[in-house]
């Protein structure tokens, strides 16, 4: 809930990861993995990333958050279709 969380309000918030760990002061590594669910996080960090995407701390440990900010959480997962990189041109070359 609390990885959701964070992804829906830098997503909503129309910040990538990284802009969110600069203004955090964290590394974006580091971000990736809190929003894959993949390491704790300290109630000091809890405090930057608030203010890097403006929310209160306390609402980013909420259940209920998507309901109450009217969050689309559709949001958090590329569509399957998408290709985040372009397709590596091959060469015609034998």
């Keep these: 809930m ?5 992804r829906l309000m830098r997503i ?5 990861q ?15 993995t809190l929003e894959r669910g993949q390491r ?3 109630i000091d960090n809890i405090e930057l990333i608030a ?5 209160p701390a306390h609402e980013l440990m909420d259940p209920d958050l998507p ?6 959480v559709t949001l958090t997962r590329a ?3 998408a290709r985040p ?3 590596a041109k091959r060469s015609n070359r034998r």
């Design 67 to 72: 309901r109450q900010r009217d969050l689309d």
């Design 40 to 42: 704790n996080i300290s």
């Design 79 to 81: 569509p399957r279709t």
């Design 51 to 55: 203010k890097a995407i403006g929310a």
């Design 85 to 87: 990189y372009p397709a």
């Design 18 to 32: 990284e802009r969110m760990a600069a203004e955090a002061g964290l590394d974006r590594a580091f971000v990736g």
């Design 2 to 6: 609390f990885a959701r969380n964070i």
């Design 12 to 16: 909503h918030a129309g910040m990538s």
